[in-house]
């Protein structure tokens, strides 16, 4: 199996106590069974602790989230405490894995960084777009084998990625030449599109619910903000992209996929120009880009929801 990743990828680290929005906060942290094992296991007081705070559910267990829905193991000063008393080998598959996702293929694995945290997403809005993934797995002289429908993807996909990385081109000339490529228009969607589908989304936090609300209000032209700021939205797009793409191969929705690309980066900019007072700063592109990711992007229902309705407007 052949692993790729975006060249940006080795430079991630947990931030951990110096993370203002901890991913050990708000998230149902489910164990894996190896390491629910190995809990389950423990002998020592340490392990006692860890049983008293796991709760099982139609066979899913996790740990026991507290009022503020933190994990029982997030200590005040933001270290975790399984880390402190036994090491990173005892984290369970979620906590050791995040931010990150990944896409699979026949023989070809890709790993990414989610926009979802924080530290990540600062990664991403500041790291150059290129034209390709990088292999990180050894063996690199190997050949490795694809189906017909992944190479076709993956082709396409690199027509895209060379689009958005060439410097020469500011963001509106790679929206207009993505959708030449995927040789259909692509609407200029504004805040009544983002009411119409967003606002009627599943959502895990109330006042990014008030955000929406406040945004679909104010009246912008969300390509030219993008324009605008060029480098960040190119990113976005690019991420995006590089995230979503490949599932076409699952359900071919090449053109919902990347209209959705660049719907979710024009809003991610276009809240942020309407939380700004005059020029956005790249801290609050990152905060949107990590309220966004974590409202839609672990969400396969609000995905579907939102590829469904740039199905609809592209008939209208
Ligand atoms: S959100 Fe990212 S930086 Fe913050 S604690 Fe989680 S993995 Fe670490």
Redo the contacts with the bound molecule.
């Keep these: 199996m052949k692993i790729f990743a975006p060249e940006y990828y080795n430079s ?5 106590d ?7 906060i708000g998230w149902d942290i489910e164990i894996d069974s190896n390491m629910l094992d190995v809990y389950l296991n423990m002998k020592d007081s340490f392990g006692e602790k860890l049983k008293a705070n796991i709760i099982t559910n139609e066979e899913v267990s996790s740990f026991k989230l507290d009022q503020k829905k933190r994990c029982p193991f997030l200590k005040e000063n ?1 270290l ?1 405490e399984i880390i402190l008393e036994k090491g990173e080998d005892y984290l369970c598959g979620i906590c050791s894995d ?2 990150r996702f990944r896409n699979f293929f026949s023989d070809r694995e890709e790993i990414g960084l989610g926009l ?5 997403s600062r990664i991403i809005l500041t790291s150059e777009v290129t034209s390709d993934l990088q292999m990180i797995s050894e063996n690199s002289e190997e050949e490795y084998e694809l189906e017909d429908i992944e190479v076709y993807v993956l082709n396409l996909r690199n027509k895209l990625f060379g689009i958005v990385s060439d410097k020469d081109k500011d963001y509106n000339k790679c929206r207009f030449e993505l959708s030449e490529s995927i040789e259909r228009g692509v609407p200029v969607f504004t805040s009544d599109d983002v009411k119409n589908t967003y606002l009627g989304l599943e959502m895990l936090d109330n006042s990014w619910e008030s955000l929406l609300k406040g945004f679909c209000e104010y009246k912008c032209h969300m390509p030219s903000l993008c324009n605008e700021y060029s480098d960040y939205a190119k990113r976005l797009l690019s991420y995006f992209i590089f995230r979503h793409f490949a599932d076409t191969i699952l359900d071919g929705r090449i053109y919902e996929r990347v209209v959705f690309s660049i719907l979710s980066t024009e809003i991610i900019i276009g809240i942020s120009d309407y939380l700004s007072d005059g020029k956005i700063k790249l801290e609050t592109i990152c905060d949107i880009a ?1 309220r966004y990711s974590s409202e839609i992007e672990y969400s396969d229902e609000n995905i579907e929801k939102i590829l469904d309705y740039i199905a609809k407007k592209s008939t209208e």
């Design positions: 991630f680290k947990c931030i951990a110096k993370c203002k929005n901890s991913c050990c933001g975790c995040h931010p979802c945290c924080e530290e990540a990590r």
